[in-house]
């Protein structure tokens, strides 16, 4: 019987694109390399901060990579925020399963999810939040979703995870945990949806809130 629901952040609760891709241009701006390539930026939607920055500027050897994350620990992420885009039926969604699941975030954002929460109002739905600073090693391995069952001690088959790239499906495959792909018709999951309140029809919690 499922008792918790873990999300992703980034392409799941907010389209961060824009704000993922203002912030990694101007870092290479910085540095005077050109913008990222369609590639590039499909990349650091799914990697954590750190292996971003390694991965875009792994083509300038010239680059000093330490002044590179020295200058990024330097900047507020904050100015970002404002691009990032909350899914509609996000408040919805969690109005609706708060009172009758867990709810928790697996995400390989660092030290900007929990800013990122507070400035919408969300701060309060999630009892556990995993980002890629609480784990030894970021999503596509198990790590956060091992730490995120620990703490509720629960098993796989109570959990569901919705996610939108190729690393949370690995991720949740690591676990055995179903996982519903959000927006993404060809990733490899259990369940496809195109919105959060789509999730509610859904077998697993249909069968919980019978």
């Given at each position: 019987?499922?008792?918790?629901?873990?999300?992703?952040?980034?392409?799941?609760m907010?389209?961060?694109?824009?704000?993922?891709?203002?912030?990694?241009?101007?870092?290479?701006?910085?540095?005077?390399?050109?913008?990222?390539?369609?590639?590039?930026?499909?990349?650091?939607?799914?990697?954590?901060?750190?292996?971003s920055?390694?991965?875009?500027f792994?083509?300038?050897?010239?680059?000093?990579?330490?002044a590179?994350?020295?200058?990024r620990?330097?900047?507020?992420?904050?100015?970002?925020?404002?691009?990032?885009?909350?899914?509609?039926?996000?408040?919805?969604?969690?109005?609706?399963?708060?009172?009758?699941?867990?709810?928790?975030?697996?995400?390989?954002?660092?030290?900007?999810?929990?800013?990122?929460?507070?400035?919408?109002?969300?701060?309060?739905?999630?009892?556990?939040?995993?980002?890629?600073?609480?784990?030894?090693?970021?999503?596509?391995?198990?790590?956060a979703l091992?730490?995120?069952?620990?703490?509720?001690?629960?098993t796989?088959?109570?959990?569901?995870?919705?996610?939108?790239?190729?690393?949370?499906?690995?991720?949740?495959?690591?676990?055995?945990?179903?996982?519903?792909g959000?927006?993404?018709?060809?990733?490899?999951?259990?369940?496809?949806?195109?919105?959060?309140?789509?999730?509610?029809?859904?077998?697993?919690?249909?069968?919980?809130?019978?």
């Amino acid at each position: 019987m499922l008792k918790l629901i873990v999300l992703d952040c980034d392409g799941v609760m907010f389209d961060s694109r824009d704000a993922n891709s203002m912030y990694y241009n101007d870092l290479l701006a910085r540095f005077d390399c050109p913008p990222m390539s369609d590639e590039d930026e499909a990349m650091v939607f799914m990697l954590n901060v750190t292996d971003s920055v390694e991965h875009i500027f792994r083509n300038y050897p010239a680059v000093d990579i330490a002044a590179v994350h020295e200058y990024r620990n330097s900047r507020n992420y904050g100015d970002y925020l404002p691009y990032m885009k909350m899914e509609a039926d996000l408040v919805e969604f969690l109005d609706y399963c708060s009172p009758r699941f867990k709810l928790a975030i697996s995400t390989n954002r660092t030290n900007t999810m929990h800013p990122l929460l507070e400035a919408h109002n969300l701060t309060s739905y999630f009892q556990l939040v995993v980002t890629a600073l609480d784990v030894e090693r970021p999503k596509p391995a198990p790590d956060a979703l091992e730490k995120i069952l620990s703490f509720f001690n629960l098993t796989p088959d109570e959990t569901i995870f919705i996610g939108d790239s190729i690393v949370d499906s690995q991720h949740a495959r690591s676990m055995n945990v179903p996982i519903i792909g959000f927006k993404s018709e060809d990733l490899p999951a259990d369940y496809h949806v195109k919105s959060f309140m789509e999730i509610l029809d859904l077998p697993p919690l249909l069968e919980a809130v019978k």
